[in-house]
């Protein structure tokens, strides 16, 4: 099982940025997945979850209203488009796949993302 996000970078405040995470070594459309992020010196967080069709998506609060987390099964690729990024949503993003008999996930290796002018 791998996940590859890739997407991270610099964004000026204001600004939007679109993560990409790519699933391979398992079916991907077998899975929820969902997004987490963990800023220097703070716990990861997760900041959402889309069911495997992609009909259900449930989002942070601090989030809900400027990202959005769609996937694509045919390409086993999940998205995390970011709007109106904030200087407080510096952190490094990972995607997640979600075991729900084992109520776990399974992280990938993170991208950075900055924001700053």
């Known amino acids: 099982v791998q996940l590859v996000e890739s997407g991270g970078g610099l964004v000026q405040p204001g600004g939007s940025l679109r993560l990409s995470c790519a699933g391979t070594?398992?079916?991907?459309?077998?899975?929820?997945m969902g997004w987490a992020r963990q800023a220097p010196g703070k716990e990861r967080d997760l900041l959402g979850v889309?069911?495997?069709?992609?009909?259900?998506?449930v989002y942070a609060d601090s989030v809900k209203g400027r990202f959005t987390i769609s996937r694509d099964n045919a390409q086993n690729t999940l998205y995390l488009h970011m709007n109106n990024l904030k200087a407080e949503d510096a952190a490094v993003y990972y995607c997640?796949?979600?075991?729900?008999?084992?109520?776990?996930?399974?992280y990938g290796r993170g991208t950075q993302v900055t924001v700053s002018r």
């Open positions: 070594g398992f079916i991907f459309s077998n899975y929820d």
């Open positions: 889309i069911s495997v069709t992609g009909r259900v998506t």
């Open positions: 997640y796949m979600h075991f729900p008999g084992l109520g776990s996930n399974y």
